[in-house]
T-cell receptor
Framework: AQKITQTQPGMFVQEKEAVTLDCTYD???????LFWYKQPSSGEMIFLIY??????QNATEGRYSLNFQKARKSANLVISASQLGDSAMYFC???????????FGKGTRLHILP | EAQVTQNPRYLITVTGKKLTVTCSQN?????MSWYRQDPGLGLRQIYY???????DKGDVPEGYKVSRKEKRNFPLILESPSPNQTSLYFC????????????FGNGTRLTVT
């Protein structure tokens, strides 16, 4: 069965440091997509980055990169040079190609300290 | 502007009083879905739809109904709400396909007393 695990309920990081948010997944579908979303305190869900299961290179979007280790079923989000505005809840999600069902992890609440 | 519109943003109701949360998207997306968000549990899928007249159960469908009579609309119906359905609800839409991100509405905070 599909499963997404985010093992860090909360993290505190000093401003300007890099931060890695962990995400592991489980699926038997060889074709799937992995997504990260940010939810600031205002509540909206913001799409950050996508990685396809067949992508050879790690995805990057500005200060966000996805450390994709397929054999380990790991899709960690890396935020470089963290900013106070990065304080938010972050969700990892997976979409399987066979049924298009999309599931989310429980999230990691990131606090950036000045 | 491309968007997913949910209404209402806030709703307080009493046990057993039927309610509907509306969701509409203007991006011609085939895929639409409802999630509930509870502290410590993340987002859990209630129902999803891959096209008009096609709906499927997610992980927590009990107590909810949906319909997809038109491509743009995907209302969530609570026939007899109970206090355990107090939650933050999100509607989302996307194109079909593994690389398509979900576009979310702004959420509906429901309280059932």
């Amino acid at each position: 069965a599909q499963k997404i695990t985010q093992t860090q309920p909360g993290m505190f990081v000093q401003e300007k440091e890099a931060v890695t948010l962990d995400c592991t997944y489980d699926t038997s579908d060889p074709s799937y997509g992995l997504f990260w979303y940010k939810q600031p305190s205002s509540g909206e869900m913001i799409f950050l980055i996508y990685q396809g299961s067949y992508d050879q290179q790690n995805a990057t979007e500005g200060r966000y990169s996805l450390n994709f280790q397929k054999a380990r079923k790991s899709a960690n989000l890396v935020i470089s040079a963290s900013q106070l505005g990065d304080s938010a809840m972050y969700f990892c999600a997976m979409r399987e190609a066979r049924d298009d069902k999309i599931i989310f992890g429980k999230g990691t609440r990131l606090h950036i300290l000045p | 502007e491309a968007q997913v519109t949910q209404n209402p943003r806030y709703l307080i109701t009493v046990t057993g009083k039927k309610l509907t949360v509306t969701c509409s998207q203007n991006m011609n997306h085939e895929y639409m879905s409802w999630y509930r968000q509870d502290p410590g549990l993340g987002l859990r899928q209630i129902y999803y739809s891959m096209n008009v007249e096609v709906t499927d159960k997610g992980d927590v469908p009990e107590g909810y109904k949906v319909s997809r009579k038109e491509k743009r609309n995907f209302p969530l119906i609570l026939e007899s709400p109970s206090p355990n359905q107090t939650s933050l609800y999100f509607c989302a839409s996307s194109l079909i396909g593994g690389n398509s991100p979900l576009h979310f509405g702004n959420g509906t905070r429901l309280t059932v007393t």
